[in-house]
Each structure stands twice: as C-alpha cells, then as structure tokens.
C-alpha cells in the first residue's frame, strides 16, 4: 500500500454512484508497474464513506459470485474499525484501474490485500478517535473505539461514529505504517459468522444477475457459433428465422483469427425483441460451416496419444540427482499413468452480458470475475485509444457461480459487437446447451508417476511427468507447453523428502479452447498425486496415512525453487505462505482421525484419502464408499482445511462443501468429449452434475491458526477426486486411474 486517503465528495460519487456523505476514506492498494504509471500517485481504490447517521458503506473491488468476497471484506475493516456489523453496507465498484487488480481469480481477494484491507479500517478508526481527543481536548491515547462509539476511558463519556463523521472528515489520513492493527487475540469479527451481505435479496428473488437486466428499446441476442474452433460461416439462409414474430434482424458475426485469446467465436446472431424469439430464430437458421482445421480433433484418440507422451522422457523443468542414472528393482518400483478429460465449468447461471452505446460511451452490464480486462477488450473492440478506456463504462453484477468461466470476456465482446451493429442495446444469453458445447474447458491431461519403494520402506527416484493443452495457448497459438505458473500447481512444488527425483512436460497442440476451471490444474496433478501416494501405501503395506507422512519426512520449509526452477503460484509470498510440512502432516493426522479412516468396515467399502497444497492453503479430504453390484455409492465425505486465519468460518465451509460437490462431479461423471473437433455434449443430461440424492453426508474440519490468510474457493477441489477413487480401490480392488468413474462403475 503506498498511501491512504481523505477523499472528496466529488470522487467518491463519480466512483462509486453514491450519494455525498459525511467522511470518506479512500486506500491505495498494491498496483502492478503498469497501472501505477497508469493511475499516477493519487489514484483511490477501496473506500470506506461513514454518514452522519452512523451507516458505513464500502465500495468492493472484487466480484462476488458465491465466494462470500462481499461479506469477508467489510467484515475484515468493521473489525478493525470498531464498527457495528448491522450499520455496514456494501457498494460493488465498477471496472476502474483505480482500484489495482480487479480480476477475482486464484482465490486471492483474502490473501493478497488482507493487510491492506485491515489497514484501512485501522486508519478511519484511528482518525475518529483524533476526532473525539480533539472535541475533548485530550490526548488520543485516552480514548478508545469500541462499538461504533469513542469512549473516553477516565469519564466513561462516549461519541457514537456518525457524529464524529465531519469532524474527522477535516483531518488529515496518518501513515498507516504507524497505526498499530488489532493483536488477532482482540478481533471480534474476524473469525465469527455474520449475515451474507447478499443473503437477503438472493433468497427474496432481489438480487440482480447478469441475465436480469432489462434496459429500454433493449433487444435479445442467440448466437449460433461454429461447432468447431476456429470454424467459420460459409453461408448462411435466415428467412424463415425472420417469419418468427419479434426478430428484429439476423446478424453475422465478424470473424476472429488465431489465436483465440477470450474474444467470441463468431457465427450467426438472431436478435429480437424477447428471448423466445430470439431462440426459436436461431433454430431456424440454415448455416452451411468451413470447421477449419481442427476439425481432426478426436477427445478418445487425443487422450492415447497424451498417455503415450508421458511414458516417455520429457523436458526436464525441475530436477535434484541424475535419477536416470538409477537402476530401478522392478520388484519394489511403481509405475503409473492417470488422465483426466475435459472439464467444463458448468455454473448454474450461464454467461449473459448487456451492451449499451450512446456516441463514443459504451456500457456494459455483466457478471464478470475480471472487469478491467473485459474493460479493456471492449475499448479496444471499439477502436478506442487506450487512455479513453474510461468511456467504457462496465458494472459488475453479482454472479451465480463462475469457477473461471466469467474471467473470459467473450460474451461481453459478443454484446457489444451487436449493440454497435444495431444502434440499441444488446443483451447477450448463453443457452446451457451453447455453455457446454461451446466454452473454455480444462484441458484433458494424462499424468505419469514412477517411484521405487527402497529396502529401508523410504520412497524415492522419482520421475514424475503431464501432459495437457495449455492455457497460454490461447494467447499465441505457438504455445505448447504450460507456463512455469501452471507447472507451480501440484506439480513441481511436491513437499516430499527425496534424493532424487525429475518433473518433465511434453509439447501438445490444442484443438478446444482451454481455461481456468476451478483450481485449475491442481485437478490433474492433484489426482495423479493423491492415486500414486495411495498406490505406493498399498505396495509398501502400510496404511496411506502413514505412506504421506513418510513421504512428507521432517518439519521444515520446502523451496521449491531450489533446484532452479521458476516456481510462480499466483503471485504467492514464499515467505507468508510456505510449503510447511509440520501443517500437511498435522491436516493429514487430523483427516484420519476425524474419519476414522483406518476403522475397518463391512465388505464392499472402503476409505480414500488425499490431499494437495494449492493457493496457499493446505486441504485434506477423506472419503468413504461403497461398492456393490457394480455400482458406487458415496456413504461419507470429510475435508480439513488449514488456510490461514479464517475470516468468515460459514463462508469457508460452504466453499468446501461446495468444493466436495464439484469434486463429486469430476469423480464421478464429468466428462467432456469431442469428435471431428466438435464437442459432443449439450446438457446435464449428457454432462451431469452432483445431483441432492448423490451427495453424503459431509463434514469440514478447520484448523485454528494465526498465519496469513490462504485462499478458499478452489484449494478444497484437487483432493477430493484421488480419495473418491482411493476408497473405491479399497472397496472393490479396482484401480480408477482414468477419470471419471462412471466408465467403469454405475453412479
């Protein structure tokens, strides 16, 4: 942070649309080099505004899609503010580089502006209690905040906030470097369950999604997009699409070159006055396609080929010893290769977006986890130089669920594209159908493991290898392989105590356009891992509790950057978030004993562990199921979770449970597959998702801990697959190393 402070009436209601008050406070978050030369010195980017009646109103930089983002943070500055819960409020900022990074994405809204975030409202805190010694005319040290009052600690007299609201307004912000925080002994929010900011209009059908928006003269939009990436429209006949009452007109869209980046996939836009009518015109459309030429895609033989790829050396990306140099003892070694297929996201609220152009200002309605890139692909879409990127106007609205999806601005671009073609407003909605077949998946990956068990029972000569489309390749289609930051998610950073070991990757072209689905790719390398550790136990004879913890060895501090690689997790601190394996090994005994994994149990069933450090925070999870007559049953599911200290406990279990739901969906049946480069899904009924009868009885574990916050939303995901398939193998002795289940059992 480089500085708070008072800002004027005039800044806060252009910002944030509100109406003028009393005191505002605005805090300059961390901005990367780019947006600090872009925001100058002065720039504002959290606010806190307190009303002469009292009332504290935060304007939230991130966007809410579920994660509780617009909760946690107001409860973080009311604790340190001395604030009472029930006179908070929250605003939701629009897209601005005057806020630093918007993009709420790899779980790190928490973990990266905690301090900040307290700060601010330690600053606000420490000028209302100026306020008060000034009114008193005593020192500031002889008085106190506490409850929305300043209270004078000799004479007991007290000032509620609002009152003291202008006269704070007229000092001038201290350092925050020399505003002392709160021990995390005294917080009396941080660590307690509050209402859900949103909790009331989401259940009273008030809250306001991207699909809500309605706007005067606004017309809806149904795209029909090439099947195949890269496709293109031959030719197209919209006349009976036209007879349909209420289209208004049938519009191509502009074609768009490799690489894909986010932007839209072009094809054949039928807008109308209703959405019915824009669906059923759309239906009716005769659209000759050129796929292109990734129409040779096949999921089956691409998945062969990915497997055939590990099973050789690749390139050496972090290494410790020669370990091809070792003679392995065929005997005690263990080779194996796992693959997971594409993943969509799959959210219950499908993309929708609402453009809206009035001379050389556009605005955009959207549910987007990254506002000031979608920002920016509108500006430049628009031909407008970047430094006009501020008649762009983008209002976040809240979201249900993303999971990565709503970080691709595709469908806002879609919106704006047509607003312009037609001169009125534009709202964009996705179809399940066009979300399934037509989004950004996790790539399909094969991972392989190698590992000999030595005479003394210590695991080592480890080779371990993947394989997958990666995501940089949406931004130059040259790219082969990940980046150092992907190969940073469960794969390079193990926290095993080896002599001797050999991460690798191998080049892969990509044909579906790949993205960050929740977690990202900790779910391969998290299944793989979890599999392998659980493969290892039972060779070794040991239980698997015991195999992590071998493997694991003694406390100390991993640096996964040792043996020279690049490691880069999403802009972690080494230093506030270690790879401690004192925690892992206690999440790991904690687990097993909350499960009572090791208890035995009728024929047929069976316990699975696993566990993954990812996004900072450290997630073990235990399953029991049952198999019978070929069929899997999931009987019990348990994730512990050490991130950190928690802000809002019933947010971080919700997320797990969550998590678990999700990680359900991968187990046991999410697959996306594709043929002549066209996927072949379309619904729930061929892509399921958890259903309420599938899902067991679940339980989270929390830690209790006074390190830096970790982050929540996706850690809880890459364990749960390993100890689904784990319990199965210890159910019926059949190994699942090819995701999901459903191949192999009924679910």
């Known amino acids: 942070m480089k500085n708070i402070e008072n800002v004027s009436r005039r800044d806060f209601l252009k910002l944030s649309g509100m109406s003028a008050t009393a005191f505002m406070l605005g805090v300059n978050l961390p901005l990367s080099k780019v947006q600090a030369e872009e925001a100058g010195n002065h720039e504002l980017n959290f606010f806190v505004s307190l009303d002469s009646n009292g009332d504290v109103t935060l304007v939230c930089h991130r966007s809410e899609m579920g994660q509780g983002i617009r909760t946690s943070v107001p409860q973080i500055i009311a604790d340190e503010l001395e604030a009472d819960w029930s006179k908070i409020s929250v605003v939701q900022a629009k897209a601005d580089g005057k806020y630093g990074a918007q993009g709420t994405a790899g779980s790190a809204s928490i973990r990266n502006y905690f301090t900040t975030i307290r700060q601010t409202g330690a600053v606000a805190k420490d000028m209302l209690e100026q306020a008060a010694a000034n009114i008193w005319q005593v020192d500031k040290s002889s008085v106190q905040a506490k409850q929305h009052y300043i209270h004078h600690k000799k004479t007991g007299q007290k000032i509620g906030f609002g009152e003291l609201a202008k006269h704070a307004a007229k000092l001038t912000p201290p350092d925050p470097k020399t505003i002392k925080l709160k021990a995390n002994a005294d917080f009396s929010l941080i660590g307690k369950d509050v209402k859900q900011v949103d909790l009331d209009n989401i259940v009273e059908g008030k809250a306001q999604y991207a699909q809500d928006i309605q706007l005067d003269n606004m017309l809806i939009a149904s795209i029909q997009r090439p099947p195949v990436v890269g496709g293109k429209v031959k030719s197209f006949d919209a006349t009976e699409a036209k007879k349909v009452k209420g289209v208004v007109d049938v519009i191509q869209l502009k074609d768009r070159p490799f690489p894909v980046n986010v932007m839209p996939l072009s094809g054949i836009a039928v807008v109308a006055t209703n959405t019915w009518a824009a669906i059923e015109g759309r239906k009716r459309l005769l659209i000759q396609w050129d796929h292109g030429n990734k129409q040779v895609h096949n999921s089956e033989s691409f998945k062969k080929e990915l497997i055939t790829k590990v099973n050789q050396p690749g390139n050496a990306v972090n290494s410790k010893g020669d370990v091809y140099a070792h003679k392995y003892n065929a005997q005690n070694t263990l080779e194996a290769t796992y693959t997971v297929p594409y993943i969509n996201h799959a959210p219950m609220e499908t993309p929708a977006a609402t453009a809206m152009i009035q001379g050389d200002k556009c605005t955009v309605w959207a549910g987007t986890q990254n506002p000031q890139w979608a920002q920016g692909m509108v500006a430049q879409e628009l031909g407008l130089k970047r430094e006009d990127a501020h008649k762009v106007e983008l209002n976040v609205t809240l979201m249900g669920g993303a999971f990565g999806r709503k970080s691709k601005g595709d469908f806002i671009i879609e919106a704006v594209e047509l607003a312009k073609a037609t001169g009125r407003p534009v709202k964009v909605i996705w179809s399940r159908e066009d979300d399934i077949k037509h989004g950004f998946y996790h790539s399909s990956a094969a991972n392989y493991f190698k590992a000999e068990i030595l005479d003394n029972g210590k695991v080592d000569n480890l080779i371990s290898r993947n394989a997958y489309p990666p995501i940089g390749w949406l931004f130059n289609d040259k790219t082969k392989t990940p980046s150092d930051s992907q190969l940073s998610l469960g794969f390079t950073d193990l926290p095993f105590d080896l002599n001797t070991l050999s991460y690798e990757n191998h080049e892969v072209d990509s044909f579906v ?140 279990k919700a997320q797990m449970e969550g998590a678990m739901i999700f990680g359900l969906s991968i187990a046991l049946m999410g697959e996306i597959t594709v043929d002549k480069g066209i996927v072949e899904q379309s619904n729930f009924h061929d892509y399921p998702v958890t259903r309420i009868n599938q899902i067991p009885k679940i339980f989270v574990h929390l830690v209790d801990s006074d390190a830096p916050p970790g982050g929540i939303g996706e850690p809880g995901v890459p364990p749960v697959a390993p100890s689904i398939t784990n319990a199965i193998y210890h159910a019926s002795k059949t190994r699942i190393r090819d995701l999901p289940v459903n191949k192999v059992f009924q679910v």
């Not at 391969?524 to 979890?530: S, T, V």
């Not at 599999?531 to 992590?548: N, Y």
């Open 513 to 652: 356009r790949p993205g960050w689905v929740r977690s990202v790719a900790c779910i391969n390398n998290g299944f793989a891992l979890g599999s392998f550790v659980d493969e290892l136990a039972v060779k070794a004879q040991v239980p698997p509790r015991q195999m992590w913890l071998d493997l694991i060895g003694s406390d100390r501090v991993v640096n996964p950057t040792e043996n020279g690689f690049k490691y880069s997790n999403y802009n972690l601190d080494p230093k506030a978030h270690p790879i401690d394996t004192k925690r892992i090994k206690h999440l790991i005994n904690l687990i097993s004993d909350k499960a009572n994994v090791e208890h035995k149990l009728p024929q047929g069933q069976g316990w699975g562990i696993s566990f993954l450090r990812s996004f900072g925070s450290f997630v073990a999870a235990a399953t029991k199921v049952e198999v019978k007559d070929k069929k899997v049953t999931v009987l019990e599911m348990h994730t512990a979770v050490d991130c950190g200290i928690v802000i809002t406990p019933d947010r971080v």
